[in-house]
């Protein structure tokens, strides 16, 4: 079965597996990633 749920926190990461462990639900999920200026550097990085 699928469908579509919105999960607050979870707006654009991909899920990629979803498996049931006893009485929890366990989601694989990727977030994408962003460039960000490292603090040791002035460079940024991903």
Sequence with gaps: ???NMKI???EGVE???VEKV???I?????MPRKEHK?????THTF
């Design 1 to 3: 079965m699928y469908f």
């Design 8 to 10: 607050p926190g979870f």
């Design 15 to 17: 899920i990629h597996k």
């Design 22 to 24: 006893e009485d929890r």
């Design 26 to 30: 366990a989601l694989y999920v990727m």
């Design 38 to 42: 490292c603090k040791r550097q002035i």
